[in-house]
């Protein structure tokens, strides 16, 4: 099994940042990319920060400039540092791991439970 837990959400004002954290753990024989994902209400789930091993970082464009995504491979480990939040960035934030459990295995995506981001104006 692996196990994402996440933290860091809660609520701000416009403006304001908030960090996010995750650390993956349980049976992991490698990772691929570590990422964040977000979804509003009555919206559909949407990438918001992917960073691979290689160190290529990927955003959204509504993100781009204000977030930062980092990894601590040795703890496995991936942050989201949000600055200058906006309202439209309330949602679950869900962290996202594309990991190997054996060296045989396929890569899969595994999920963390969620954490709630909201921005008030």
């Known amino acids: 099994q692996v196990q994402l837990v996440e933290s860091g959400g809660g609520l701000v004002q416009a403006g304001g940042s908030l960090r996010l954290s995750c650390v993956a753990s349980?049976?992991?024989?490698?990772?691929?990319?570590m990422g964040w994902y977000r979804q509003a209400p009555g919206k559909q789930r949407e990438s918001v920060a992917t960073?691979?091993?290689?160190?290529?970082?990927n955003y959204a464009d509504s993100v781009k400039g204000r977030f930062t995504i980092s990894r601590d491979n040795a703890r496995n480990t991936v942050y989201l540092q949000m600055n200058s939040l906006k309202p439209e960035d309330t949602a679950v934030y869900y962290c996202?791991?594309?990991?190997?459990?054996?060296?045989?295995?396929?890569?899969?995506?595994?999920w963390g439970q969620g954490t709630q981001v909201t921005v008030s104006s």
């Open positions: 996202n791991v594309v990991a190997r459990r054996t060296w045989s295995s396929p890569s899969r995506d595994y």
């Open positions: 349980g049976s992991i024989s490698s990772i691929n990319a």
């Open positions: 960073m691979f091993n290689d160190g290529i970082t």
